[in-house]
């Protein structure tokens, strides 16, 4: 299927564990981003990537690592989870026109 | 990237239309004004951008005045289904992509 896609789409998890979400997206797009949004508030950028091997920091990046091997996929990696990390996870692409940045369906991640 | 500010709540009836302004003073010569839709546990979706004057699309109209420090996102004859959270953004081609969601303006449709 065309688009973009994420996994898993729910997961409870452990403080001090790892968790990696995954992302993956079908039109080749360069740029894809990760962000957070916390219950009642906008999105935070977290990481993006311009390209395969490319990524730099975004708004709130501490904690997270990311990695970008193939152009199709960007890996979000907590290290060691925290309560604080406990929201929903978004991951999108941009498209042709500016601004325009697809969504995929987003990852909603509890940690105790 | 310019910041935005937008009110934080409006509510509508169903067939009204709505109106919501977006203010972006400190917008820069080359940044677009694009507006997001989210509706709850979904990911944002793009509606409409524009540079100046009016943008009209199947979704939404987008105006735009001449000095372009504010923007007005007009949804026609709204319906319950357009109650939903709308984001103002302003960028351009040259910031990379990066895009700074504000807390967006949520719109609650009553019958």
């Known amino acids: 299927d065309a688009g973009i896609t994420q996994s898993p789409r729910y997961k409870i998890t452990e403080t001090g564990r790892q968790v990696t979400l995954m992302c993956h997206q079908t039109?080749?797009?360069?740029?894809m981003f990760w962000y957070r949004q916390d219950l009642g508030h906008g999105l935070r950028l977290i990481y993006y990537s311009a390209a395969a091997d490319i990524t730099d920091k975004g708004e709130v990046p501490d904690g997270y690592v990311v990695s970008r091997s193939k152009t199709e996929n960007f890996p979000l990696t907590l290290e060691s989870a925290t309560r604080s990390q406990t929201s929903v996870y978004f991951c999108?692409?941009?498209?042709?026109?500016?601004?325009?940045?697809?969504f995929g369906p987003g990852t909603r991640l509890t940690v105790l | 990237l310019a910041k935005t500010t937008q009110p934080i709540s409006m509510d509508s009836y169903e067939g009204q239309e709505v109106n919501i302004t977006c203010s972006h003073n400190?917008?820069?010569?080359?940044?677009?004004i694009t507006w997001y839709q989210q509706f709850p546990s979904q990911g944002p979706r793009f509606i409409i951008q524009?540079?100046?004057t009016k943008v009209t699309n199947e979704v939404a109209s987008l105006f735009i005045p001449a000095d372009r420090k504010s923007s007005t996102l007009s949804l026609p004859r709204v319906s319950l289904s357009d109650t939903a959270v709308y984001y103002c953004l302003v960028g351009g081609s040259s910031n990379t992509g990066k895009l700074i969601f504000g807390q967006g303006t949520t719109l609650q449709v009553k019958p």
């Open positions: 400190n917008i820069a010569t080359n940044d677009y």
């Open positions: 999108a692409s941009h498209g042709p026109s500016y601004n325009e940045q697809f």
């Open positions: 524009g540079y100046k």
């Open positions: 039109w080749s797009h360069s740029y």
